[in-house]
């Protein structure tokens, strides 16, 4: 073998991609040195091109196992569509989104939650944590050292900047919202596997689905001409309501109520549309039950939806008919939607869903609120 050959055999050897870390193209360096200095200066080749392949075969083995490696990790798309290789969990979180946070407390992790956003009060756990805004200018955030910030795409949108500059001082950021109850159940996946709390998350999502099978088993029996018909209020003062596949509305269906306005349609790609009074009152013999929520999106009441000019003909209003429900409970994607179901149907069926164990007596007619 002349040494053109033995240099090309060798440097045949180290072809290999460019991903790997610093370290192993350290060791590669060190062997293409070698190399070129054995071709250079044959007599100090003695025995080296064996050695030199034995090494670059060891070499070879190991960028094999890293890349087997790599190729494990979990690989989670956001939705703003990044992608996101987790090499291992993450420890130090902030949390700029309530649903976010809920959901981390009830995987178990408090200790890695570094930070909510401000006002969090839901668990109770969240109220001792230090408070982080997206108003808040990036050295905030990073003198706290997280490593990964979770964010929605709201969020995104409005303070490109800020996440900009986190992403740059080498923190992840990872934004999620889900849209319907399908999604929900995968954003509890994704969670647990960027926490390292994936069986905790898939025990949440079965019981999750247990526990839906179960409400709807306890109206299974009725008829549709036996169900509830609903008008579902989102937002009062612009008279919107939710669109089908709403998170809200699966908590109604799962219920057992029928929903009158299922023709309404999202603006803006969001889970509510406007409806507007003339249409509400078109249907106003239909509505058995007026249910609104309430909350940050709606700050509404009995009194203010019974006193609405118009309302008066709508059935469920002349019959006192008018019930609130937390927000929290039926639109966040929460573990919490299971209250906002019994809630739900409690007011719409109250002999079936006293059949809950922890239910001690039905709450329709005594309190609207």
């Keep these: 073998m002349n040494r053109y050959n033995r240099f090309e055999k060798q440097v045949r050897c180290y072809k290999i991609k460019v991903g790997m870390n610093f370290a192993l193209l350290l060791k590669i360096f060190v062997i293409i040195f070698s190399a070129l200095l054995l071709n250079t200066y044959p007599e100090l080749s003695y025995g080296a091109a064996d050695s030199c392949d034995d090494q670059s075969n060891i070499l070879l083995d190991k960028v094999k196992s890293e890349e087997a490696m790599l190729q494990t990790l979990p690989l989670i798309t956001d939705s703003s569509g990044r992608k996101i290789d987790v ?3 993450f420890k130090r979180i902030i949390s700029l989104y309530g649903a976010h946070t809920e959901n981390l407390f009830y995987l178990g992790l408090d200790k890695e939650i570094i930070g909510v956003a401000p006002k969090e009060s839901y668990p109770e756990q969240a109220k001792l944590k230090p408070w982080f805004s997206y108003h808040d200018g990036p050295e905030k955030f990073l003198a706290a050292s997280p490593d990964l910030v979770l964010v929605r795409p709201m969020i995104e949108r409005g303070y490109p900047s800020l996440i900009d500059r986190l992403e740059k001082s080498g923190i992840t950021v990872v934004s999620l919202q889900p849209a319907n109850v399908e999604e929900m159940l995968e954003y509890w996946k994704t969670l647990g596997l960027l926490t390292g709390r994936k069986e905790e998350s898939l025990t949440m999502v079965e019981e999750f689905k247990k526990r839906v099978n179960h409400y709807e088993s306890l109206t299974a029996h009725l008829e549709d001409a036996q169900r509830q018909k609903v008008y579902f ?3 009062h003062s612009k008279m919107k309501t939710f669109t089908p596949g709403s998170i809200a509305l699966f908590a109604l269906k799962t219920a057992g109520g ?9 603006s803006r790609g969001s889970n509510i549309g406007n409806y507007g009074k003339e249409r509400i009152l078109s249907r106003a013999s239909e509505i058995d039950v007026f249910l609104a929520q309430k909350g940050v999106m709606n700050h509404t009441s009995v009194e203010i939806i019974k006193n609405e000019p118009g309302f008066g003909i709508i059935k469920a209003v ?6 609130i429900v937390d927000e929290m409970t039926v639109s966040r994607p929460c573990f919490r939607l299971l209250q906002g179901i019994e809630r739900i149907g409690e007011i719409l069926y109250p002999e079936q869903f006293r059949q809950l164990p922890e239910k001690k007596e039905s709450t329709r007619g005594k309190n609207n609120e």
């Excluded at 002349?318 to 019930?323: A, D, L, R, T, V």
Aim: proline content about 5%; hydrophobic content about 40%; overall charge negative.
């Design 87 to 89: 090499a291992s969990p």
């Design 233 to 235: 209020e989102a937002i």
């Design 258 to 266: 029928i929903n009158v306005a299922d023709d309404a349609e999202s």
């Design 318 to 323: 002349k019959n006192g008919q008018i019930y």
